[in-house]
């Protein structure tokens, strides 16, 4: 479906601070985002919450990556550090590279120039995420006239040709309504529409289906999946939802408590599961073929306190396979297979455990 | 089949059918003229138990319009042959009863204190309190909107601090205080604008508004520094705690930006509320302030007719008074729609 939208350089804009990064996937070209050994902190009257540790990701242009994790892993606040979007009180350190730049630490007026423009973002609650006393049409076209040069009635029809891409009905007409006029899943793809508006060559969809129910979510992501490799995307699936991230990427990273646990290919994930926490995730959900009245099996415990920092592994208390050394010393995140790591040790599957 | 199980998005969002149903019936059946005629009918008996409340206090006051206007030296035959003429010695429940059927058949009656219909009493004077109360209320916008939304531009940061101090102290002092310290400011020492008196709008705009200045300031000052403490508090909760921020920080705009665009106008809901509540005292602090400059406005013949115990005169006031402030609600509530579109469209926000 390529309809009359040229979303590449509209107009002859100039595509301000931008930088060609390899298109060609993964294999060539190094990668377009580069996440290293990120920390983030927030410090609020004398408080202290760790609440991402460590991690370390790549993802190259076209590609899709799904970080998966339980609410408070340190999913989001990670995704909203990279666009610098998390508040004053939080301390990022570490690095983020973003088509060779650092942003960690860049000037907020180097980052908003970057905002939407090259890394973009769907968030979780289409509700509340758009502004309930502005029409939506004005709500994108504001985001263009920002980044790209179009006069006001270019950026006009550039977000009615977007709100078609995004398969909103009737565009002309919905560009001047409110956000209370549409439904959950048009209010996500006037979102999608609008991380879309300055074609950025990252996309971050923080739980971007979470909210919608099952056929819309379906809807959704097959959107995103479809515009991801037309435009030549690298996409961040940030979910709570194993199947998700199964049937929709490429590449998978589950987050403990602020860290990489598990990363591999979802295929290998899937297939040869190393981390107990991972393993004890899938067990979680229900299965049809199950008898009924089934107990459903639950990770013991709660997730952990983020301003607490363990001396050991941060899953040990709820492990079921927890052994002394677990509970002495932070297992990192190694790659002991081909392609797949995980920071345990002692995982389950592959015979030591 | 599947025409019926999928209703099309138009039908389900626009009244659709309105063509057969004709213009005329579809402006009744709008919300916001329901709304209207509703309020309108509950202001009715607002305005009453006004009235009456107002005709009982009065009556309660010790001493009587008669012996109010004759003065301490009239001999006790005088006040009697007074109160006749003013039909003073009729029970309160007639004399109220006589004034209400007076103001059905559109008849405020006549001052006690001088016989002018008060009618005519209040065409004078209404102008006057009005322009004072619509002046200082867009003064008080005008300095308010632009201080809280630079003060929360940089929360704790120079020109948010000094605007805190000086918002607490608008808010502490006492409008009267403030007026004498006006007055003694700008008329006594450097003698640039004028402390007492008054000239119409259409006489002279610029003589006007010299004489505007002083107590709009008096109202204005003090309200703005209130009204914009409580639009920084809005403007910076907002900016924190809103989804719809972080959407607008991640598409690259600047924190001005952010909070110009975006935050103020859902701020102003809230601060369009207040302003209805404050109405009611506005109305109330003009009585002072003409009173301190001479305005020859409502609020000074209020305070006359008090003291005078004019019951016509004053319930005439007190009537006009009441039905603005019920109007300026009803106007709120309507500015309240066009601020937030979810009421606009009748709908139930989510």
């Known amino acids: 479906m390529v309809d009359g939208l040229q979303l590449d350089g509209a107009a002859g804009a100039p595509r301000g601070g931008t930088m060609t990064a390899a298109r060609d996937g993964r294999g060539g070209g190094g990668p377009l985002l580069e996440v290293t050994d990120l920390h983030v902190r927030f410090r609020q009257r004398g408080r202290q919450v760790f609440a991402v540790n460590g991690l370390t990701y790549k993802i190259a242009a076209s590609s899709t990556l799904a970080i998966i994790g339980e609410s408070g892993s340190g999913k989001t606040v990670a995704s909203r550090a990279i666009m610098g979007l998390l508040p004053v009180t939080a301390e990022v350190t570490g690095s983020v590279r973003y088509a060779g730049r650092e942003l960690v630490g860049a000037k907020e007026r180097d980052l908003r120039r970057l905002r939407t423009n090259d890394i973009a973002m769907v968030f979780q609650n289409p509700e509340r995420s758009l502004n309930p006393t502005m029409r939506i049409g004005p709500q994108i076209a504001e985001a263009i006239r920002l980044h790209m040069d179009l006069g006001r009635k270019a950026a006009h029809e550039r977000t009615v040709d977007l709100l078609r891409r995004v398969r909103l009905p009737s565009p002309e007409r919905r560009y001047f309504e409110y956000p209370h006029q549409l439904s959950g899943g048009m209010r996500q793809r006037v979102m999608i529409a609008l991380a879309l508006s300055c074609q950025p060559k990252v996309l971050i969809a923080d739980e971007a289906t979470t909210a919608l129910d099952v056929t819309t979510q379906a809807q959704i992501m097959d959107l995103l999946l479809e515009l991801q490799a037309e435009l030549g995307m690298a996409l961040i699936l940030i979910s709570h939802d194993m199947g998700l991230a199964a049937s929709y990427t490429e590449e998978v990273i589950v987050m403990y408590a602020g860290r990489a646990v598990e990363h591999a290919a979802t295929k290998e994930l899937f297939s040869n599961v190393r981390m107990p926490y991972t393993r004890a995730l899938l067990d979680a959900i229900p299965r049809v073929d199950a008898p009924s009245h089934t107990v459903l099996p639950m990770i013991e415990g709660r997730p952990p306190d983020l301003s607490i920092r363990l001396p050991g592994c941060s899953f040990a208390p709820r492990c079921p396979d927890v052994q002394d050394d677990c509970r002495q010393a932070i297992p990192t995140l190694t790659e002991l297979e081909d392609g797949h790591e995980f920071a345990c040790f002692h995982p389950c599957g592959g015979g030591n455990g | ?350």
């Open chain 2, 1 to 350: 089949m599947s025409a019926v199980l999928a209703p099309s998005p138009t039908n389900l969002e626009a009244p659709a059918g309105d063509e057969h149903i004709g213009k005329w019936a579809s402006f009744v059946a709008s919300p916001s003229l329901r709304l209207t005629g509703r309020r309108l009918l509950q202001a009715i008996p607002v305005l009453w138990g006004v009235t009456f409340l107002t005709y009982l206090f009065l009556n309660l006051l010790p001493g009587d319009a008669a012996s109010q206007l004759l003065g301490a030296n009239a001999t006790p035959a005088e006040v009697h042959q007074l109160e006749i003429k003013l039909h003073l010695n009729e029970p309160f429940l007639t004399r109220y009863w006589h004034w209400f059927t007076g103001v059905l058949s559109g008849n405020l009656g006549a001052s006690l204190a001088n016989g002018q219909s008060v009618s005519s009493i209040l065409g004078q004077r209404l102008p006057v309190t009005f322009e004072l109360v619509v002046v200082s209320v867009v003064v008080t916008m005008l300095i308010a909107v632009p201080m809280a939304t630079l003060a929360a531009r940089k929360p704790r940061g120079i020109f948010d601090r000094v605007t805190t101090i000086l918002s607490m102290g608008g808010i502490s002092i006492a409008q009267f205080v403030f007026a004498l310290l006006l007055v003694l400011l700008f008329s006594d020492i450097w003698n640039v604008l004028p402390a007492l008196g008054w000239t119409p709008l259409s006489q002279s705009i610029g003589q006007n508004a010299r004489y505007l200045v002083l107590p709009v300031m008096t109202i204005a000052i003090p309200l703005a520094m209130f009204v914009a403490r409580l639009l920084r508090a809005d403007l910076i909760e907002q900016m924190d705690s809103q989804e719809y921020i972080v959407t607008a920080r991640a598409k690259g705009l600047s924190r001005w930006a952010q909070l110009t665009r975006h935050a103020l106008r859902n701020s102003m809901l809230g601060i369009v509320t207040i302003f209805g509540l404050q109405v009611a005292l506005l109305f109330g602090l003009t009585v002072i302030v003409e009173e301190i400059f001479g305005l020859p406005g409502v609020g000074q013949a209020l305070l006359t007719a008090v003291n005078d115990r004019d019951a016509p005169l004053l319930e005439g006031i007190v009537l006009v008074l009441a039905g603005i402030v019920v109007l300026v609600n009803l106007l709120i509530d309507v500015t309240y729609g066009v601020l937030d579109p979810r009421i606009r469209h009748g709908r139930s926000s989510v």
